[in-house]
């Protein structure tokens, strides 16, 4: 069992730039992963957001190509967002730094030329959203003939998002005989499916499977669907709220309830796929910052978003499915911090709490507008204070929750 990240057996230069950003205990998933995909082996990741995967795939992928033979672009990521795919690029930037290895994001909302130049040039490792690699393939401005490496991660929020024929079209692109890694916070039919037509007798991990991260605390708010402004803006405005992200279903929700909550006088911002690559820049830099520290989302930022300090993430309505639920819910609470998940309830939403709670195989602690958590049963049964209408759209809302570091005693762990 490795207790430090160097006893995963990585060259001397990874080593230390893995002490160099503080990361000395590897997360479970790193844990497992990375000796298995060093050894060249195929692999299924199974775990939730915020674990570490970023690391656990790019540190095997930096060893290897630093290892082997230089020349033309050896490694491929793709992800379902250009938010994720930028975070890892940035990641893959950093530690590749320390081994002379380059590479370059390839999404959408910003310009083909630096891209095209880039790919052109033969960046040791590309990391993309599926479309706009497609772009590139049809104008020959990339050679896939070289990838050593496949990642698939976030496999099924690419599938749910409707890329499995532009998967399809990449994987037809790359050399047959090449290593592959699937992460995927579940294991659908869909995505077992995929894994077996395109994996090779893969080794298969699971790690905190379909439940939110260990030290996220969890409420439920019991509201009519004409109360959730106002007692959104109630616990905004308590202290520790420090860092929001509350999740809304539509774009012009978002929009809206950003306007809503900035009217309030608390300054806040809005990310959703209607807005420009670099209004999307912008506004999470602004939430990173603490310039605003309320960001209204649409699920674009539920698997992509990494920014450190998350106190709460405020669900503004019921999250569609379960893994929804757990995955906007790993924006806090990341890497071993504490964080709250809130989420508003109208009495239409009850159906979706319960089939969320059946998933998890718990119910989800009730709080009443004070704070305090309240019985569940006679909650269950509590009328709103207003007759709800049906709901502008479906949102999702965090819970008030600290993310708190972890203290000096404690190892830190790198997170995806």
Known sequence: MATTMKDLNLIPALAEAVEDMGFDKPTPIQEQAIPIALEGRDLIGCASTGTGKTAAFLLPILQRLREGKAGGSRALILSPTRELAMQIDEQALALGYYVGISAVSVVGGVKMEPQERALKAGSDMIVATPGR???????????????????????DRMLDMGFLPDIKR??????????????????????????????????????????PATGIEQSVYLVATDDKRSLLTRLLR??????????VARKADADRLARSITRAGIEATSIHADRSQEQRTEALEEFRTGRCPVLVATDVAARGLDVDGISHVINFNVPYSAEDYIHRSGRTARAGALGEVLTFV???????LDEIERVLGSEIPRKTDGGSSSNSRSSRNAAPSKPAEKPAGRSRRPR????RSK????????KA
């Open 400 to 403: 008030p929750a600290r993310r």
């Open 238 to 247: 308590r202290k520790g709220t420090d860092s929001v992200l509350v999740f």
């Open 346 to 352: 109208s009495p239409e939403e009850r159906r979706g």
């Open 170 to 211: 990449i994987l037809a692109a790359l050399p047959k005989d090449r290593q592959t890694l699937l992460f995927s916070a579940t294991m659908s039919p869909k995505i077992r499916a995929l894994a077996e037509e395109i994996l090779r007798d893969p080794a298969m991990i699971t790690v905190d499977r379909q439940k």
């Open 407 to 414: 203290s000096s005693s404690q190892p830190a762990t790198a």
């Open 133 to 155: 690699l497609l772009d590139h393939m049809r104008f020959e401005s990339v050679d896939l003939t070289k990838i050593e490496v496949l990642v698939l991660d976030e496999a």
